[in-house]
């Protein structure tokens, strides 16, 4: 019993602070918590390693270190935790039918994910006056690019000491200006005036083209499936007009971008 | 019930979703009826709802004091604080905009109100990055759940009419937790757009609206037709109100970024949130509520109205226990007024158990221009610990393939006789290959119902060339009670939806 109330204390501080290093997390997940969880037909442990626990550093990092974790999630996972309906009623789980608890059913998918919501969706006026109209927008995990960080003005009752900013104006111009002072990639999608590069205009006849592996070529193939459906269309009416050389000279000044952001 | 004034903010007028006094073509009393919510003293208070999206401003004078600061992130560019990233178009005014049709402040000068006034909105910034991976879901999804009681989200797998996908692993993990474990053991509410795809898209084929896990939303516009963008499927549990008139004035009055307004917000996606914003003066007026107990109350208080199907296809129809549905709508437009009254008596329903009624598992060609049709025979678990007698949601997990996908319809029929479309042909799903691999087809026109008896699936093709297909296997879940779940309710209106089925599970009961 002590042991138990010690580790919900120790789970009840990951759920405190989050984001606390991976070291201290793999100690709770792999050490202490997996006989709890051998205890508790409850996939709680499991799931704090599985999910909660992603690096402080960098959204780059945060999808390079998936593949490898998943695998070790799943592992773990299935050796407590019916993915599929098979083990429904199974010896597999020794209590098939805890009162009002959900299980963990669905099919298997494999593959990239394609993400659309938000303002990318369906027809949709921006600005206030509804000035402008909406582009479908497809998000996808192909690829992990990064666009510029918004700033972090303080809400009520935060100040500067909690890391975000005092001084703040609530206005377009002033979220422009904050993010023009950044190194990160060009959003053409919705920026009106990146280097021309990066328009998309350029980018859409890349459609058809099979893309080396370099770096720069990966940021180009996210632009490839946020147009999946005009890709999907351009490739039935421009076959053979793939190979263009002058796409192919485009590439480069998106990853020149990069640098030229340092200026500032 | 105290006399109210309307709200002074000078957007009211506008957001006829709230009170719809037949402004810009719309039909008078066709609205949230959220006034009858507030005349119960109910606003939204110590609920937060989290909008998952791609920021809010929170700043916005609308906004800045119903802000939860503590419930946020922003995992977009993993920090504290969501606030939206700045492009030339204003795209990312999304999240404002849903954060203030669920808690703009009242009478304040600014904008027009929230649902839920009283309420906090937590802001999730989650879909500004030119990826989604399953962690920033998964992370979104089980963010704070003791802090937020309520997830609104309007994203989900593309609608382009051929996808068939949903939530990845540790994302489905962290719906699964959050229903069993968030709100300190309650479960979390997680609202979800039906989805924007159109007539030829099914949300069945979109995993995160077709779980029993999420409620998810559809929408009507202001005359109660449906959207011409909704998507339609037998997972739809309700709808609110969104754009689609030919009047341009008639989309969705909200909060816009940089502390503006905007009269323009569209789609099911500014659908969810108000459901969302309904969701959270229940739970206001009942902290106690769980996850399936908002289902049952979304279920017993919405109504029919004046919804309907613009196209004429589908139609009203009565479950075996009286509970009109309608294959677009769920069981119709939520009704606030009637929610938070029903919310304050509520006793909480009885233990859910999940039964596996059968399995056919015989592969059986589908013939191009016959249907098949598969039946089980299942006494719902009776005897075993896992019985089920009163139904809530029933999927029926199927394995297929055809040589184009888009062209199966899947009719599943209760015992009771309810038919339900679970999977509507697809025009645009040219599938041949991986056809649905133990895809969940779920649906709720059965709620209330006896699962006891025989239900049939009938597969066929829909389609003007010849195909020809393999069903492989088929697995009814019944999801649902032992007991009657409305037993300890009282009932104040003969005529209320609670009466009808209770009297329908105590008329059974006596046999």
């Known amino acids: ?264 | 019930m105290r006399p109210q004034q309307d709200p002074s903010d000078p957007y009211f007028p506008f957001q006829w979703y709230l009170k719809n006094t037949g402004q810009n073509g719309g039909k008078a009393k066709l609205d949230l009826n959220v006034e009858a919510a507030w005349a119960q003293g109910v606003t939204g208070k110590n609920v937060t709802t989290a909008i998952m999206d791609d920021g809010v401003d929170y700043i916005h004078p609308d906004l800045k004091y119903n802000y939860n600061a503590r419930a946020s992130y922003d995992f977009s560019s993993n920090d504290a604080y969501p606030y939206p990233r700045y492009t030339d178009d204003w795209f990312n005014s999304h999240g404002t905009r849903c954060a203030g049709e669920v808690a703009a402040a009242r009478d304040n000068g600014v904008c027009g109100v929230g649902v839920a006034y009283d309420s906090k909105i937590a802001g999730i910034r989650m879909l500004d990055q030119p990826y989604m991976t399953d962690l920033i879901e998964a992370n979104s999804m089980g963010h704070e759940p003791n802090l937020i009681d309520i997830y609104s989200a309007s994203w989900g797998p593309t609608d382009d009419g051929k996808t068939v996908d949903g939530p990845r692993n540790a994302t489905m993990r962290a719906i699964v937790r959050g229903v069993n474990e968030g709100r300190n053991g309650l479960g979390n509410i997680y609202v979800w757009a039906s989805g924007d795809g159109g007539e030829d898209d099914d949300c069945n084929c979109d995993g995160y609206a077709a779980s029993m896990w999420t409620i998810s939303i559809n929408s009507a516009i202001n005359d109660g037709q449906n959207a011409h963008y909704d998507e339609s499927c037998s997972s739809t549990l309700a709808s609110t109100f969104s754009n689609g008139a030919k009047d341009p004035n008639t989309g969705v009055a909200t909060t816009d970024l940089y502390g503006k307004c905007t009269t323009t917000h569209s789609g099911t996606s500014a659908a969810a949130p108000e459901a969302a914003g309904v969701f959270a003066l229940a739970l206001e007026a009942n902290p106690q509520l769980t996850w399936r107990d908002i289902q049952h109350l979304t279920v017993l208080t919405s109504k029919r109205n004046s919804l309907f199907d613009a196209k004429g296809r589908f139609h009203w129809t009565m479950n075996g226990v009286g509970l009109e549905f309608n294959h677009l709508f769920g069981f119709g437009v939520l009704d606030a007024g009637a929610m938070v009254a029903l919310a304050k008596q509520w006793k909480t329903v009885p233990a859910r158990y999940h039964c596996e009624g059968g399995t056919v598992s015989e592969t059986q060609e589908i013939p191009s221009s016959r249907s098949v049709l598969l039946k089980i025979n299942t006494n719902a678990c009776q005897g075993t610990e896992t019985q089920v007698s009163y139904l809530e949601h029933v999927q029926a997990v199927i394995t297929l393939n055809a040589t184009r996908r888009g062209d199966v319809e899947l009719f599943l029929t209760s015992p009771m006789g309810t038919r339900s479309m679970i999977l509507s042909r697809r025009v645009n799903d040219d599938d041949h290959r991986d056809g649905f691999a133990k895809w969940p087809f779920m649906t709720t026109h059965t709620w209330g119902e006896y699962p006891q008896g025989t239900w049939s699936l009938e597969i066929s093709f829909n389609s003007q060339t010849p195909q020809s297909g393999f069903i492989k296997e088929w697995t009814l879940m019944l999801h649902g009670t032992r007991d009657p779940p409305y037993s300890g309710l009282p009932v104040s209106d003969p005529h209320s939806k609670l009466a009808i089925v209770k009297k329908a599970h105590e008329e059974r009961n006596k046999l």
Not at chain 1, 65 to 91: A, I
Not at chain 1, 115 to 122: H, S
Not at chain 1, 159 to 185: H, I, K, P, V
């Open chain 1, 1 to 264: 019993m002590g042991h138990i109330s010690l580790i919900t204390m120790a789970v009840v501080v990951i759920g405190a602070t989050a984001y606390i290093p991976q070291e201290k997390d793999h100690f709770l997940t792999d050490v202490i918590l997996r006989e709890v969880v051998d205890r508790m037909s409850k996939d709680f442990a499991d799931d704090t390693g599985a999910y909660l626990d992603f690096p402080e550093t960098n959204r780059i990092s945060l999808g390079a270190m998936m593949p490898g974790r998943n695998v070790k999630d799943l592992e773990t996972e299935e050796q407590q935790f019916p993915v599929d309906y098979d083990p429904l009623g199974d010896s597999g789980n020794p209590n098939p039918s805890i009162r009002d608890q959900e299980y963990l059913q669905h099919s298997t998918l494999w593959g990239h994910q394609y993400m659309a919501g938000g303002a990318g969706e369906g027809k949709q006026r921006l600005k206030p006056d509804g000035a402008i109209k909406n582009s479908k927008e497809v998000k996808t995990d192909a690829s992990l690019p990064a666009y510029c960080n918004p700033p972090n003005p303080c809400p009520v009752g935060y100040s500067a000491d909690d890391g975000c900013l005092e001084q703040f104006e609530n206005t377009a111009g002033f979220s422009r200006e904050f993010q023009s002072a950044q190194e990160c990639m060009c959003d053409s999608e919705h920026m009106f005036d990146c280097p021309a590069s990066s328009g998309r205009e350029i980018q859409s006849p890349g459609a058809g083209n099979d893309l080396t592996d370099s770096d720069l070529d990966r940021i180009m193939e996210q632009f490839q499936v946020e147009d999946q459906h005009r890709n999907l269309v351009a490739k039935k009416f421009h076959v053979k007009k793939d190979g263009n050389p002058f796409l192919k000279g485009e590439k480069l000044p998106v990853a020149a971008k990069k640098g030229i952001g340092v200026v500032y």
